[in-house]
């Protein structure tokens, strides 16, 4: 431990882990004001800078690798990302935009604090599926704050909305849904006066574009807090006025993409932990999003004929309606007659991330598929005890896009898996109940 002096306007910058005592005067960290005898940590990994906003005296105790060092006034944008969260009236819903390791996070918790001084409810709704600093990866996740925070990945999530990858190409649509429910559940069930909605890094492209403008749309936040680097938000904000604009703290460091991933890796064990290898009935919690086992099971003869008329070796045949679900030996999407034929490679559900739902379609928790027995319908799920004692609420298990291996990390991406998906999503309008008659 040691102590400092800092003279009014004394700017530090400290990377976690870390734990900082004000002894005397007033430090500004993150939105926030801590009085002497009040203290404030910083999580390992994580870096911020605060200031003394009078004459101050603290103690600083470091953790292993943890770094302070003076940040000249000229590195840090805390004035600016100060009078930006000032002058916004946080009463409803903020949205936090901007590229990847741009400090969106902590402007996320620099607000959250700033609302919850100006005596505010608040909540959070992290929509980084990628990076979610509140719930797993794969997921948007909500939380409310009630004492002032140095990062977002002080809190839990109590609310989660499974995703099914670590990416929203091609399923943004479902973000802006989930988001939507959140922001709802958020006013209505917390009476949150102020939500801040964190979002994902992907701005570039047009696919990006069209996801954040369509965000924009539909949720109406009151404000957007746009942390720009250049002219790369100029698309998706086109139409938008109430923009606060600010730069990003210089000294960020940026992360790789591999740095990412094995945040994501450890993320994805911690949420399964501790482990447990879980029977489910599929016939009580049915796959959300596959039809397969929901219908009447075809033998012998009729499974030898479908076998024949689509030229696949078929191991398990159900038909609901006018669909046709098969375990063959390859991936199938196709048309027989007046049916719609689906085939699973047999094996094709190990690994594959899992989010168990409930009634309302919110996350009870992670699991991930070992085995079908297709036959007996019956999925063997890791899944972490909290998770398996709570499996009594689940509605169904939603299969994930995303491969783990035998360790929990990311094996592959399944894109057949997800082009069905896609159909069957579109052939419903929207996923709950996808696949039943
Ligand atoms: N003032 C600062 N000086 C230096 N580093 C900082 C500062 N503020 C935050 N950081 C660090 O910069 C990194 C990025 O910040 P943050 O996580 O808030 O950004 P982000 O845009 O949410 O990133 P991601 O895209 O990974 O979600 C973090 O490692 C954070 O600890
Ligand atoms: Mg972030």
Redesign the pocket.
């Known amino acids: 431990m040691r102590t400092y002096s800092m003279e009014p306007g004394d700017i530090f ?1 400290v990377e976690g882990p870390a734990k900082i005592d004000v002894l005397e005067g007033a430090i500004y960290a993150v939105g926030a004001l801590y009085t002497s005898g009040s203290h404030f940590t910083v999580l390992r ?5 605060f200031k003394a906003v009078d004459k101050a005296k603290i103690s600083v105790v470091l953790g292993p690798n943890a770094v302070l060092e003076r940040a000249r006034p000229e590195e ?1 944008v805390l004035d600016e990302w100060e009078s930006a969260a000032s002058s916004v009236d946080l009463n409803g819903v903020t949205v936090v935009i ?1 590229a ?8 996320t918790a620099v607000l959250a604090n700033k609302a919850l001084s100006r005596g505010l409810r608040v909540a959070v709704i992290d929509a ?1 599926v990628g ?1 979610n600093d509140i719930g797993p990866p794969t997921t948007i996740s909500a939380s409310r704050i009630v004492k002032p925070i140095t990062s977002l990945r002080q809190i839990q999530a109590e609310k989660s909305v499974f995703m099914q990858s670590t990416s929203l190409e091609r399923i943004w649509p479902r973000a802006v849904e989930a988001i939507g429910k959140l922001v709802l559940y958020a006013r209505q069930a917390w009476s949150a006066d102020a939500v801040i909605i ?1 979002t994902d ?1 992907w701005i570039s492209g047009e696919e990006a574009e069209e996801y954040k403008k369509t965000l924009l749309a539909k949720i109406k936040p009151n404000n957007v807090v746009a942390i720009r680097i250049g002219n790369e938000l100029d698309g998706i904000l086109a139409n938008f006025s109430n923009v606060v604009f600010v730069r990003p ?1 210089p ?3 940026t ?1 790789t993409k591999e740095d ?1 991933k094995i945040h994501r890796e450890m993320s994805y064990a911690r949420f399964i932990f501790p482990v447990r290898e879980v029977s489910v009935d599929l016939n009580k919690t049915p796959l959300c999003n596959i039809g397969l086992f929901k219908g009447l099971d075809l033998e012998g003869e009729f499974k030898a004929m479908l076998s024949r008329a689509i030229n696949a070796k078929i191991t398990y045949a159900n038909q609901l309606g006018s669909a046709l679900y098969v375990i063959a030996d390859q991936w199938i999407t196709r048309k027989l007659n007046s049916f719609k034929v689906f085939g699973f490679p047999e094996g094709f559900e190990k690994g594959l991330l899992v989010g168990v739902e409930d009634r309302d379609g919110f996350l009870i928790g992670l699991g991930v598929l070992k085995k079908i027995y297709y036959d007996r319908k019956k999925a063997v799920v890791y899944m972490s005890s909290r998770t398996e004692k709570a499996l009594q609420k689940a509605a169904c298990i939603r299969v994930g896009f995303i491969r783990l291996n035998d360790n929990f990390e990311e094996a592959e991406r399944v894109v057949q898996l997800l082009r069905y998906d896609l159909y069957t999503y579109a052939q419903n309008g929207t996923m709950r109940g996808a696949g039943s008659a």
């Open positions: 910058r990994a994580r870096r911020l800078a840090e901007g990847i390791d741009v400090g969106k996070s902590t402007m980084d990076q964190n890094g703290p000294a960020v460091g992360r990412r």
